[in-house]
């Protein structure tokens, strides 16, 4: 059997300020720093969890919150792989903006749906992101705005390629990474149907660990 714990970054600035971050690259707040080594103190608890592989996202909250689980957890020596695969979802046009005031100029039901929905997407960024991280990735690649069903897709080759892979020869693993980036994971791993998927929450920096079998079939979740 191997385990792989999922943790979302601890509150950034932009949790704090209550609005859309997506691909922005914002910082943690000292409150979320607070968050991520409580999280490392749960996680290196965690009684038969031996990370070979730590795996994150190109953004700096959930690098910054990596790095702070594995001083924690005495996992600094472990190799740590960062990919735009991993990214939150992008969120378009909405980067940037205060999630109530989304409210009141699209309405509830179309927010939530933009939200909390599968195949919803929200307006398309006017331009594509240009930004040294992703120089090598393949232009037709990056995203203007992204539904949770094309998130999944982006990050399934990774999770597949890197991550399953370890998993089924034994290989405990970890990714620190966003609120819908590992909504889309879960969706995934657990077969959630496009329904319950709407209230499905990652809070921040609470880490989510699965125990599976030589099949991949999960037989034991708990969370820190």
């Not at 009141?104 to 307006?123: I, M, N, S, T, Y």
């Not at 240009?130 to 990050?155: C, F, G, M, N, W």
């Not at 709407?198 to 920096?205: D, S």
């Amino acid at each position: 059997m191997a385990k792989l714990a999922l943790l979302r970054h601890g509150e950034s600035e932009a949790n704090a300020a209550n609005v859309y971050t997506g691909w922005n690259d914002v910082p943690l707040t000292d409150k979320g720093r607070a968050q991520a080594k409580a999280a490392g103190e749960k996680l290196a608890l965690l009684p038969g969890f031996y990370p070979t592989h730590i795996h994150t996202s190109v953004l700096s909250r959930a690098i910054e919150t990596a790095n702070i689980v594995a001083e924690t957890c005495g996992f600094l020596w472990l190799p740590m792989t960062k990919t735009w695969r991993l990214n939150e979802r992008h969120y378009g046009a909405l980067r940037g903006l205060n999630k109530d005031v989304s409210r009141k100029v699209f309405g509830k039901e179309q927010v939530l749906e933009w939200r909390r929905g599968f195949d919803a997407v929200p307006p398309a960024q006017g331009s594509p992101t240009i930004d040294r991280r992703y120089k090598y990735v393949d232009p037709r690649l990056l995203p203007r705005a992204e539904s949770l069903h094309q998130t999944q897709l982006r990050l399934l080759p990774y999770y597949e390629d890197e991550v399953a892979s370890r998993l089924r020869q034994g290989e405990d693993q970890l990714i620190v990474a966003h609120g819908s980036s590992l909504r889309a994971l879960i969706k995934y791993l657990e077969q959630i149907n496009n329904v319950d998927i709407l209230k499905l929450e990652v809070p921040n920096a609470k880490a989510i660990v699965y125990d599976f079998d030589h099949d991949l079939r999960i037989v034991n979740k708990q969370i820190l």
